[in-house]
């Protein structure tokens, strides 16, 4: 980045005022990374700018409406990330229904030669599962999931040709009645914002399991955590959540979950590629060129 471009460093814990003014009034554009809120304040401290360029395929915390109303541009980065999040989805899935990491743990505590045999788990294979959104992460979720033998189910605003082996619900509570795991896959912001609602996860029964790979604000935290307490449902494997990383404490005490620390797109070879996106969005702009993956 620094030999490519003039880099005034902006964190994320930040303010736009941090910067000098005459600095402020010269940044035309934004390489953003992190889940922080950029609105319309810190984007009206910048007279100059024409991009931000996102570090993510999810851009739910950019107001996007201000930026466009400025004739400001925003990038993301798609495609690059798919097959590691859908991987990640799928491996949390996998590790919570057969308690892979605490049969791990039952190895190395010494249980397996004291106490003899870790209890029996769940199949994956055979079971429904629900996939709610199916752009292109949804779609690669649903790819993996075929090779694992379930029945894929899937909700979407209209039926689509990449789900035609699996079966179409327009409405997401008849989904999640319908399934035994619900793998959450729309993309973050005020559409989706609390989508999996008490009436989803109740839905969902005593029995099912609720994936969450998109973003913590599309589930209604406080009933999901109700219902997990509860078992009102059987568990969650979760990667993103609300106030991250200053998670509900709740979390930490339940027995149900599998947690993870917002990394379905941490992998070294994935990171190269969104920043190479990223430095080629940013290249594009200043070069007056076609920008390679605009947010439109
Ligand atoms: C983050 C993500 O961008 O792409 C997304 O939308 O949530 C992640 O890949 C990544 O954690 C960097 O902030």
């Known amino acids: 980045m620094n030999e490519l471009f003039t880099v005034h460093p902006f964190p994320a814990s930040g303010t736009p005022h941090d ?7 010269q940044v035309k554009a934004f390489a953003f990374k992190g889940h922080s809120q950029l609105g319309a304040d810190i984007i009206d401290a910048f007279p100059a700018l024409g991009l931000i360029a996102n570090y993510g395929v999810g851009y739910d915390t950019i107001d996007v409406s201000h930026a466009y109303s400025k004739g400001i541009k925003v990038t993301n980065t798609p495609d690059v990330l798919t ?36 209890p029996l788990q769940r199949s994956l ?33 209209s039926a689509k040709d990449e789900g035609r ?27 989706t914002a609390g989508i999996i609602s008490s009436d ?23 009933a ?11 568990g969650a494997a979760l990667d993103v959540f609300d106030n991250e990383p200053r998670i509900d404490e ?24 969104m920043g190479q996106l990223q430095r080629d969005n940013l290249s594009a702009f200043f070069a007056g060129k076609p920008l390679p993956t605009e947010v439109t």
Not at 19 to 25: C, F, K, N, Q, V
Not at 96 to 117: E, K, L, M, T, Y
Not at 168 to 190: K, N, T, Y
């Open 19 to 25: 910067l000098e003014p005459a600095i402020r009034e």
């Open 125 to 157: 294979s055979g079971v429904s599962v629900g996939i709610a959104g199916l752009g292109r992460i949804g779609a690669a979720v649903g790819r993996r999931l075929q090779g694992f033998d379930t029945d894929v189910h899937y909700y979407s605003r």
């Open 200 to 222: 989803v996860i109740e839905a969902l029964g005593a029995d099912g399991v609720l994936v969450n790979c998109a973003r913590g604000s599309t589930v209604d935290e406080a």
């Open 250 to 273: 709740r979390f930490m005490t339940l027995d149900n979950v599998l947690l993870q620390p917002h990394q379905s797109s941490g992998t070294i070879e994935t990171r190269q590629l």
């Open 83 to 118: 097959n590691d999040v859908a991987d990640l989805a799928v491996g949390m899935l996998l590790a919570f229904n057969r308690s892979i990491p605490g049969a791990h743990d039952w190895v190395q505590a010494g249980h397996w030669s004291q106490r003899g045999a870790y």
């Open 224 to 234: 999901l955590l109700d219902a997990l307490e509860n078992k009102r449902i059987r």
């Open 165 to 191: 082996n699996w079966t179409f619900h327009s409405d997401l509570q008849h989904l999640a009645e319908a399934v035994d795991i619900l793998m959450v896959c729309v993309s973050g912001g005020p559409d």
